[in-house]
């Protein structure tokens, strides 16, 4: 077992015994179902990054979260692994933050998961990502776990949310971190810090003797019983496991109206550096890049009041006509252009008009761009939350297309917007992809 790298040793509590799970592998998620047809609560275990080169198996066939996912599922909840770009390297964060954003999309719509019940889950390196979820804190996540966590982006690296600071925003969110007392220094400085900072918010379980990644390298009880603890408080945090009064043991949120990301963005935190190589260690729970196949974002319209980041006009748009052009071309040759690149922007359409924010960022790409008619532009599924989360809150998406053409490889429609209360002409382009939006371009 010593000759194996420390990603393929057996999980520390070995071959569990118990009822029947089934695996289902959707794309690059692998959902882990327990017995019966009840909808309950689940679980995404998410793995860190990077692993060395060519590492045999991708994270989801790990024994660590086969394990994981297994234990769970046989305690009731529905739990599911997902493998995301992190495992090729921290460069990657942006793009794995984005696939695991999908991952949740499509695990909260399967038929046995209740929507409103979700536990997040991050391991190593993804702790990088559990920033954004501790500072937007959705109403269906009910838990957020962390197992020797990453909390420092390393040098030359973009900043996604930085959990320090905003661990506690949300008092009604539980956190559990688990605890390496051989931690590597490097990831045990920014550990002590999130937990200065997280105060009584946090629920911590330490295991004294456990290197990073104790759940394969020590094969101890004070590793299985740390494990064991962890999946426990997962399980009753998704009210799994009923209270004295047969009530859930975590009440969901209370409803919300807008939220106030503090989100970083690298536009607005530093200058971006040049791509850093990994130099490090490898840390030792990853595996191989994978580019996620999961259902992803859609956006429709978006409000021209939205925080956005100033930005050169791009060029994927250049060799469209000018606005004049445009609108003659559309006055003197209107199609109603039935393709299907205009019918995956009518089901974005349809999504912004029911108010469905999941569904409508379902039809974008995770790295898709929306440029504003004032040279400010948006880039990646997370700023489109952010920009029109307020928008769905408020139940203010409403635009009305009144023509609409194809030029070349985009659907061109004449709007009228009444997102900010007074109507507002102007021209959207769309560019559609593998049946999802692209580019999106606003001309007043």
């Known amino acids: 077992m010593t000759d194996l790298p420390a990603y393929l040793r057996p999980f520390v509590l070995g071959e569990l015994g118990g009822p029947e799970v089934r695996v289902d592998r959707l794309g690059k998620l692998d959902i882990y179902r327990p017995t019966g047809s009840a909808r309950t609560g689940a679980i995404l275990f998410v793995h860190g990054g990077p692993a060395p080169?060519?590492?045999?198996?991708?994270?989801?066939?790990?024994?660590?979260?086969?394990?994981?996912?297994t234990a769970a599922a046989r305690r009731g909840a529905v739990a599911a692994v997902v493998d995301h770009s992190l495992i090729g390297g921290l460069d990657k964060l942006s793009t794995a933050a984005d696939e695991v954003e999908a991952a949740i999309g499509v695990l909260r719509s399967d038929p046995r998961v209740d929507p409103d019940r979700v536990v997040l889950w991050f391991f190593s390196g993804a702790g990088l990502l559990a920033g954004e979820w501790l500072d937007s804190r959705p109403d269906w996540l009910r838990g957020v776990a962390l197992t020797y966590p990453l909390l420092a982006t390393p040098p030359g690296v973009d900043d996604l949310v930085n959990a320090a600071?905003?661990?506690?925003?949300?008092?009604?969110?539980?956190?559990?971190?688990?605890?390496?007392?051989?931690?590597?220094?490097?990831?045990?400085?920014?550990?002590?810090?999130?937990?200065?900072?997280?105060?009584?918010?946090?629920?911590?379980?330490?295991?004294?003797?456990?290197?990073?990644?104790?759940?394969?390298?020590?094969?101890?009880?004070?590793?299985?019983?740390?494990?064991?603890?962890?999946?426990?408080?997962?399980?009753?945090?998704?009210?799994?496991?009923?209270?004295?009064?047969?009530?859930?043991?975590?009440?969901?949120?209370?409803?919300?109206?807008t939220?106030?990301?503090?989100?970083?963005?690298?536009?607005?935190?530093?200058?971006?550096p040049a791509p850093v190589k990994e130099e490090a260690e490898p840390l030792p729970v990853m595996a191989e890049p994978v580019v996620t196949?999961?259902?992803?974002?859609?956006?429709?319209?978006?409000?021209?009041?939205?925080?956005?980041?100033?930005?050169?006009?791009?060029?994927?748009?250049?060799?469209?006509?000018?606005?004049?052009d445009l609108l003659s071309s559309i006055s003197s040759s209107f199609s109603g252009g039935d393709t299907a690149a205009a019918r995956v922007v009518g089901r974005e359409h349809?999504?912004?008009?029911?108010?469905?924010?999941?569904?409508?960022?379902?039809?974008?790409a995770p790295?898709?761009?929306?440029?504003?008619?004032?040279?400010?532009?948006?880039?990646?599924?997370?700023?489109?939350?952010?920009l029109y989360r307020p928008l769905f809150d408020a139940g203010r998406c409403k635009t009305e297309v009144v023509q609409k053409l194809m030029v070349g490889e985009w659907?061109?429609?004449?709007?009228?917007?009444?997102?900010?209360?007074?109507?507002?002409?102007?021209?959207?382009?769309?560019?559609?992809?593998?049946?999802?939006?692209?580019?999106?371009?606003?001309?007043?």
Do not use: C, N
């Open 53 to 69: 080169p060519d590492p045999g198996a991708t994270p989801r066939d790990w024994p660590v979260f086969k394990g994981y996912a």
């Open 165 to 257: 600071e905003v661990i506690g925003k949300h008092k009604d969110l539980p956190v559990l971190l688990t605890r390496a007392g051989l931690e590597r220094a490097e990831l045990a400085g920014p550990v002590a810090e999130f937990v200065s900072a997280g105060g009584t918010a946090l629920d911590i379980i330490d295991v004294p003797k456990g290197h990073h990644g104790f759940d394969m390298l020590d094969h101890t009880e004070e590793s299985r019983a740390a494990v064991t603890k962890a999946l426990d408080w997962a399980i009753a945090h998704l009210g799994e496991e009923p209270g004295t009064q047969g009530d859930l043991l975590v009440p969901p949120p209370k409803a919300r109206t």
């Open 259 to 272: 939220t106030t990301s503090t989100r970083r963005t690298p536009a607005a935190t530093k200058p971006k």
């Open 293 to 324: 196949e999961l259902p992803e974002p859609v956006t429709t319209e978006p409000a021209e009041t939205a925080s956005a980041k100033p930005v050169a006009a791009a060029p994927a748009s250049a060799q469209l006509p000018e606005t004049a």
């Open 350 to 364: 349809s999504a912004y008009a029911a108010h469905d924010l999941e569904a409508f960022l379902a039809m974008y």
């Open 367 to 386: 790295t898709a761009r929306i440029s504003f008619a004032d040279g400010t532009e948006l880039k990646g599924r997370r700023f489109l939350r952010e």
């Open 411 to 444: 659907v061109v429609e004449h709007q009228v917007a009444h997102d900010s209360g007074e109507p507002m002409a102007r021209l959207g382009l769309y560019r559609v992809s593998e049946g999802l939006i692209t580019d999106v371009e606003f001309r007043s």
